[in-house]
Nanobody, 115 residues
């Protein structure tokens, strides 16, 4: 079975850092395109960062230069390093992948950034 489990969220002051993890089972993260999404209260879910099957990365304009997406094949885990956090980064963050035409999502992890 495919399962994604996020962790690493929490509360942090503006300017702080967090590293989110997405542990995967049933898939090999290094072989798939994966992404981090977030949804803030009253807002639509948006793509934050994506890493392609060959390692290319893309970031939302709002997080460029502050967030880094990466993966560790040995741990079969996707990461999102978030630096210089801003209150507007507050959201539930979820990881996602498409596998055999199906979307898979983790449960999400809450990130709260206070000013």
């Amino acid at each position: 079975q495919v399962q994604l489990m996020e962790s690493g969220g929490g509360s942090v002051q503006a300017g702080g850092s967090l590293r989110l993890s997405c542990a995967a089972s049933g898939i090999i993260v290094n072989t798939l395109a994966m992404g981090w999404y977030r949804q803030a209260p009253g807002k639509q879910r948006e793509l934050v960062a994506r890493i392609g099957s060959f390692g290319s990365t893309n970031y939302a304009d709002a997080v460029k230069g502050r967030f880094t997406i990466s993966r560790d094949n040995a741990k079969n885990t996707l990461y999102l390093q978030m630096n210089s956090l801003k209150p507007e980064d507050t959201a539930v963050y979820s990881c996602n992948t498409k596998y055999y035409a199906n979307d898979y999502w983790g449960q999400g992890t809450q990130v709260t950034v206070s000013s």
